[in-house]
Every structure is written in structure tokens, then in C-alpha cells.
């Protein structure tokens, strides 16, 4: 009989080595990865104490608040991949060029926010713009493009029966995040195309751009809480599509919404809908964290009472 591990065939063992289907774990192998994240950190807590020193009623101190903002949010961005890359089941070179490759984009992204907004300069839409601001804006906006473009092909590699054969609950959470960060992509590219985030009388695409980058902490650690549960195989399924699909549909919510240019700030069905969906997402983990902790919390309890 041939022997079967971790859904791959005995005969295929060598196969699976190469194609990297050794134990995954959270940032197995994405050191650089992670040190590329923490320096958003630090030009973020650069930002936000120029900010505070110049104060934030004007420039250069407000735009130095919202480049603290950009760089803290790319720096979880960062760190959020390199903990989900591991799951992807991507080979080794793979796994190299999508690293570095983002890896090298991160820097520019951080300087580039940074010190533009330093000099007072919008990075991306700058007002009377010198050569240097129109070429440094350029090659801002080629970046978010390469940044989004390697997404989509590591998107593509969560789609595979390789990486759901390995981590099946922790992939078809992944696979639902990766749904959300995409609105998250085009909603980044409409503010480029719109020249601004605001949109209509009182839509803001900055709602549609962030918030779905969430995803990819969120839904995984659903997933990973499932892992963790002695609730049953069918329930713990159906906690990681609810989750799945009431976050896609809280963000589609919040862009339908948006791009009828009306604010979020209203009682309407859109607005509405947003919250009930993300409120389904947040009682799904508070549901399985609850459960994990009693689990162990009994576990502990009938340890103490053999040694007693």
C-alpha cells in the first residue's frame, strides 16, 4: 500500500521536497521579509514625532502625519505576507524572486512618502511639480503597480491544490483575503485614475483602499483559531467561509457605497449592510477565541487535578 502524507502520495515525496511542502509555519523562512516591514516602523514613529514638532494644522506637519500613517500600514502589510507566504506553496525560487522582489520596493516606498511629504510635496498628486517630483511620482506609481501585480501572482498560488492540500483550513481563509485585498489594489488605483480620494459629494476611496488589506490578518487568524478548537470539523468550516464572506461583502458594501459618492456616515442600506458584515466576521472570532479558552482553560484545570 503506498503511504500518504499530508495529502501527497509516498511515491511523490521528492516532487513535494522540491516544490518546498515542507512544514509550513507563520514567517518560516521570510527573515528579510520582516525586517523590511519593521523599517516602515521606524519611518512611521519618524513621521509622526516631525509631525508632532511641526504640528499638524499645515504642511510640512500634516502631510508628515499621513505619510505615519502610510508607512505604519505598509509595514503590517509587510509583515502580514511574510507571516501568510510560508501557506503558499510556491517553490523555492518561487518564494525568492516574489521576497526580494518586494523587498526591494519597500524602501523607495518608505522614502518616498516620507520625504516628499517632509518637503511639503504630495507624492502622488504634487502641485507645480519640480523634474524631481514628477519623476520621483512617477516611479511612486510605477511601484504601487509592481506591488500589486507580484500580489496577484502570489494571489494566483493560494489558488493551487498544492498549498490547499498542505494547510486546507489556512488557505481557503487566505484564498478569501486575497478577494478583499484586490478591492483593496483597484480601490488604490481609482485614487490614482480620480486624482484624489475623494469621490462624488462625499465619497472617500481611502475606506475601500485600507480596509481590505485588513483581510490578511483577520480571516487567517479565524482560520488559525479553528486549528485550535475542539468544536466540530463542519462547524469550524463553516466559521471560515461566514468570515470569508462577510468580510468580501462588507468591503463591496463600503465601495458601492463609495463610488456613489455618498459618505459612509449614514444610516443607509449600504453603511448598514458594511457594518452587519463585519460584525458577523468579529462574533465569528470572538465565538472561537471563547472556545479556545475554555478548552484550555479545562485542559489546565484536569492537569492541576492529577497533581493534586
Known amino acids: 500500500m503506498t503511504r500518504v502524507t499530508n495529502g501527497v502520495d ?9 516544490l518546498g511542502a515542507e512544514k509550513a509555519t507563520w514567517f518560516r523562512g521570510e527573515k528579510w521579509l520582516v525586517i523590511a516591514g519593521l ?22 506637519g500634516s502631510g508628515l502625519l499621513r505619510a505615519a500613517s502610510f508607512n505604519a500600514a505598509l509595514a503590517i502589510f509587510f509583515l502580514s505576507t511574510a507571516a501568510i507566504l510560508p501557506f503558499s506553496g510556491m517553490g523555492k525560487k518561487g518564494r525568492i524572486f516574489f521576497r526580494w522582489s518586494y523587498i526591494a520596493l519597500a524602501p523607495f516606498s518608505y522614502y518616498t512618502e516620507t520625504t516628499q511629504h517632509w518637503r511639503g510635496v504630495d507624492p502622488r498628486f504634487p502641485e507645480d511639480p519640480s523634474t524631481y517630483d514628477s519623476v520621483i511620482g512617477s516611479f511612486f506609481g510605477l511601484t504601487a503597480l509592481l506591488l500589486a501585480a507580484y500580489y496577484l501572482v502570489l494571489a494566483i498560488q493560494f489558488l493551487l491544490p498544492r498549498a490547499y492540500q498542505q494547510n486546507p483550513e489556512l488557505v481557503v481563509s487566505i484564498r478569501y483575503a486575497m478577494i478583499a485585498v484586490m478591492f483593496s489594489f483597484a480601490g488604490g488605483f481609482f485614487i490614482t485614475f480620480n486624482e484624489g480620494r475623494f469621490i462624488g459629494a462625499d ?17 487567517p487568524i479565524i482560520a488559525w483559531l479553528t486549528l485550535q478548537s475542539n468544536l466540530s470539523k463542519r462547524f469550524k ?12 461583502g462588507g468591503i463591496a458594501a463600503i465601495g458601492w457605497q463609495t463610488l ?6 449614514e444610516w443607509t442600506v449600504l453603511p448598514l449592510t458594511a457594518i452587519a458584515c463585519f460584525l458577523v466576521v468579529t462574533a465569528a472570532g470572538v465565538r472561537l477565541l471563547l472556545d479556545v479558552w475554555l478548552q484550555r482553560n479545562t485542559n489546565k484545570s484536569k492537569v492541576e487535578e492529577r497533581h493534586l
Open 39 to 60: 523599517l516602515g516602523f521606524v519611518f512611521a514613529i519618524v513621521s509622526g514625532i516631525a509631525a508632532l514638532v511641526y504640528g499638524t494644522d499645515a504642511k510640512p
Open 10 to 18: 509516498g511515491r511523490d515525496r521528492g516532487t513535494a521536497k522540491d
Open 260 to 265: 456613489l459618492g455618498k459618505s459612509l456616515m
Open 203 to 219: 465619497g472617500n476611496l481611502i475606506w475601500l483602499h485600507g480596509l481590505g488589506f485588513h483581510s490578511i490578518q483577520v480571516l
Open 237 to 248: 468550516h463553516s466559521m471560515i467561509h461566514i468570515s470569508g464572506i462577510a468580510f468580501i
